[in-house]
């Protein structure tokens, strides 16, 4: 697939890099995750999950006369992003967006239907994936030339884990989870939120690389926390360390990458095992378990 909005064939699918990286895909009048127009008739569109990126051109298809689906858990995201916002922010008022990643601002678009797991339409089943956000789907769709998985992200292909320090995400435990499941899937082709499309094998493969890219993180922020004899620290101040560390720590907008995903890696942590969450001052504050 060529870069910088080019489409190839996947398949027999259409795939389209579109706008900020995220890649759509297209068959039957089906678009997942339409960051872009494809530029085919559409009578359906599917959302993974509430990240105004991958919905960003669902309101362009709607007016033309396509539906919109979106994930129960994930319906008033698309419709109102600015939710999104507030919720996972832990914010009750209206957040400045040059404090909010781009991957969060833009306008909503009514849903039409909800999705729910199971076969959504003829050809395109859709799969439960909680982890990148709470209400995450992933759809199976049947292609002329297999079974092809459109992970949006839930998956993130190779660049991105090779670039990317630390990737977004609410729950860590559910991603591994997910990403266990994904990979007993019998799918001849997968399509990340992000990144280039695999094939065969690579599909099997590129599952596992974001779990061990999760544990990963996982291992980082233990590293990170104060020795279980030491005084525990807040998650802002456990962000702060990892946002130096990785070198993250000029940009305004990663706190809203940060945040949630600093305490969904401390929660994965405090259920293993592996971290201990005290109250102190009220608060919740975290060190390494011993």
Do not use: Q
Request: some cysteine; charged content about 20%; aromatic content about 8%.
């Amino acid at each position: 697939m060529a870069a910088g909005g080019g489409c190839a064939r996947l398949l027999g699918a259409l795939v389209c890099e579109g706008h900020m990286g995220v890649n759509t895909v297209a068959h039957r009048g089906v678009v997942v995750d339409p960051s872009l127009d494809p530029g085919v008739e559409a009578s359906t569109v599917l959302v993974t999950h509430g990240h105004w990126d991958h919905f960003s051109a669902a309101r362009l298809l709607r007016g033309r006369g396509a539906r919109v689906y979106a994930p129960r858990l994930c319906r008033g995201f698309v419709e109102e992003p600015r939710l999104y916002w507030m919720v996972t922010l832990c914010w009750a008022g209206p957040v400045e967006e040059r404090f909010v990643t781009r991957y969060f601002t833009g306008g909503g678009v009514p849903v039409d239907a909800v999705v729910e797991p199971g076969r959504v339409l003829p050809g395109v089943e859709a799969v439960e994936a909680p982890g990148h956000t709470p209400g995450s789907m992933v759809y199976v769709l049947e292609a002329p030339g297999g079974r092809l998985l459109a992970a949006g992200d839930t998956v993130y292909g190779w660049s991105y884990l090779e670039h990317s320090p630390f990737l977004y995400h609410v729950d860590s435990l559910a991603w591994l989870s997910t990403l266990e499941r994904l990979r007993g899937l019998e799918v001849d082709a997968l399509v990340p939120g992000h990144g280039e499309p695999v094939e065969g094998r690579d599909a099997r493969r590129l599952v596992e690389a974001n779990m061990d890219k999760l544990r990963g993180m996982l291992g980082l922020v233990e590293r990170l926390l104060p020795g279980p004899l030491e005084e525990p620290v807040y998650a802002d101040e456990v962000a702060a360390r990892l946002a130096e560390a990785t070198g993250y720590h000029s940009s305004r907008r990663v706190y809203s990458i940060l945040c949630p995903t600093v305490r969904a890696l401390l929660r994965g942590l405090a259920a293993l095992g592996r971290a201990e969450e005290l109250m102190v001052r009220g608060v919740p504050a975290w060190r390494r378990r011993g």
